[in-house]
């Protein structure tokens, strides 16, 4: 088990097996130390943790755990492509969507919720820019997708 597998561990997480895309995608790709995901949902084992707009269907809170299980699935992601998390070197990049009701505007809150997974499962490797962004709607009605951009060892 890696360094990163064992923080989340303690933590109370587990990475989980690696989220089946819902289109003509693959779940992550890596050019040169750049690993790429896809956007990632809030599914466990193909459900959705929640569904619908944040900021009326879906809460603030419940929205932040969302953010927090599409941080592992891109984790999962990770993982599928180089094997051992501990060759992460920089979390370089976070982007987050949230499908915002009309008026929300509280979208880097619920992306906290990926930010503070990316922190723990990495450290002060895990700490990185980001853009939360307020989207109309998401595949699959889906309130929160992240994608992210690690660099890693050779």
Same mark, same amino acid.
């Given at each position: 088990?890696?360094?990163?597998?064992?923080?989340?561990?303690?933590?109370?997480?587990?990475?989980?097996?690696?989220?089946?895309?819902?289109?003509?995608?693959?779940?992550?790709?890596?050019?040169?130390?750049?690993?790429?995901?896809?956007?990632?949902?809030?599914?466990?084992?193909?459900?959705?943790?929640?569904?619908?707009?944040?900021?009326?269907?879906? !809460?603030?809170?419940?929205?932040?755990?969302? $953010?927090?299980?599409? *941080?592992?699935?891109? #984790?999962? &992601?990770?993982?599928? @492509?180089?094997?051992?998390?501990?060759?992460?070197?920089?979390?370089?990049?976070?982007?987050?969507?949230?499908?915002?009701?009309?008026?929300?505007?509280?979208?880097?809150?619920?992306?906290?919720?990926?930010?503070?997974?990316?922190?723990?499962?990495?450290? !002060?490797?895990?700490?990185?820019?980001?853009? $939360?962004?307020?989207? *109309?709607?998401?595949? #699959?009605? &889906?309130?929160?997708? @992240?994608?992210?951009?690690?660099?890693?060892?050779?």
């Amino acid at each position: 088990m890696s360094s990163v597998e064992a923080r989340l561990t303690e933590a109370g997480h587990a990475v989980p097996a690696v989220a089946i895309p819902v289109a003509a995608y693959i779940p992550a790709v890596r050019t040169g130390n750049l690993i790429f995901t896809s956007g990632q949902l809030p599914s466990v084992e193909g459900t959705l943790l929640a569904t619908g707009l944040v900021g009326s269907d879906v !809460d603030e809170a419940t929205a932040k755990v969302c $953010a927090q299980q599409a *941080a592992l699935n891109a #984790i999962a &992601a990770i993982k599928s @492509v180089i094997g051992d998390l501990d060759k992460v070197v920089r979390v370089v990049k976070v982007v987050g969507f949230v499908a915002s009701a009309p008026g929300f505007t509280a979208q880097p809150a619920v992306i906290n919720g990926a930010s503070e997974t990316f922190g723990l499962a990495f450290g !002060d490797a895990g700490i990185h820019a980001r853009s $939360a962004v307020g989207v *109309a709607a998401l595949p #699959i009605n &889906a309130p929160v997708e @992240v994608e992210v951009i690690v660099e890693v060892a050779d």
